[in-house]
């Protein structure tokens, strides 16, 4: 069983930057495993903001994200990280990885980020 372990949320101010972390807990990232970043906002649906290759370290972001958030993996800490850049109010949302490995895909709880004005 994989179970993903997001870490970082918080409150923070619009136009503040936020790191987010995603681990596998009690266990580790493997040579296929791709990691995704989503969030869903209250009410909307929830939207991928991109997604990183463990071995490879390959990333694609939607077209909507692009510019301020940049996903990242590091071997020796053993997780994938998502930097955001000038949150703005409206993406207060709860913000989840998920780790695919083979044909599965293994979810977060997801870590709560409110952005106040």
């Known amino acids: 069983q994989v179970q993903p372990a997001e870490s970082g949320g918080g409150v923070v101010q619009a136009g503040d930057s936020l790191t987010l972390s995603c681990s596998v807990s009690g266990g580790t990232f493997v040579g296929d495993d791709m990691v995704a970043w989503y969030r869903q906002a209250p009410g909307k649906e929830r939207e991928v903001i991109g997604t990183i290759t463990w071995d490879a370290g390959s990333r694609h972001y939607a077209d909507s994200m692009r510019g301020r958030f940049t996903i990242y993996r590091n071997y020796h800490e053993n997780r994938a990280w998502l930097h955001m850049n000038g949150l703005k109010p409206g993406e207060t949302a709860i913000y989840s990885c998920?780790?695919?490995?083979?044909?599965?895909?293994?979810w977060g709880q997801g870590t709560q980020i409110t952005v106040s004005s």
């Open positions: 998920n780790i695919r490995r083979d044909t599965v895909v293994y």
